[in-house]
């Protein structure tokens, strides 16, 4: 009985924790990019910013608009949710589906800086 129910215990508690993994999106933080995404004439096609314009591209018109705003122009969530007529929570959802798309990419990038450093 009391065998039974500790096994019970482990595999509900295994269950919970693969399931949560599972679950989890890695994510990157843009503002923890090294660089400053603000373009300068005199440097080369290599700069953030042109990267930052071809991160962009693998995004969708609404989501490139939403993260230009939010991660250029700076502004807060209910900025814009104001100013495009959606709910905070629909704008914060497709900033982070945004984010996560971008991740793999960002990733490399903050790989690449690590290792030149």
């Known amino acids: 009985m009391f065998r039974a129910w500790?096994?019970?215990?482990?595999?509900?508690?295994?269950?919970r924790?693969?399931?949560?993994?599972?679950?989890?999106?890695?994510?990157?933080?843009?503002a923890e990019i090294p660089d400053r995404l603000v373009a300068d004439r005199q440097k080369?096609?290599?700069?953030?910013?042109?990267?930052?314009?071809?991160?962009?591209?693998?995004?969708?018109?609404?989501?490139r608009e939403l993260?230009?705003?939010?991660?250029?122009e700076q502004w807060e969530y209910h900025e814009i949710a104001a100013a495009q007529a959606i709910p905070i929570?629909?704008?914060?959802?497709r900033v982070f589906n945004a984010t996560k798309k971008?991740?793999?990419?960002?990733?490399?990038?903050?790989?690449?800086t690590r290792r030149a450093a």
């Open 6 to 15: 500790l096994f019970k215990i482990a595999r509900n508690a295994l269950c």
């Open 17 to 30: 924790h693969y399931r949560k993994q599972t679950r989890e999106v890695e994510t990157v933080d843009l």
């Open 44 to 63: 080369p096609a290599s700069t953030p910013a042109f990267e930052f314009l071809h991160w962009m591209t693998f995004l969708d018109s609404r989501e």
């Open 67 to 72: 993260m230009t705003l939010r991660f250029i």
């Open 89 to 93: 929570g629909t704008v914060q959802w």
């Open 102 to 112: 971008l991740a793999p990419y960002l990733k490399t990038r903050k790989d690449t």
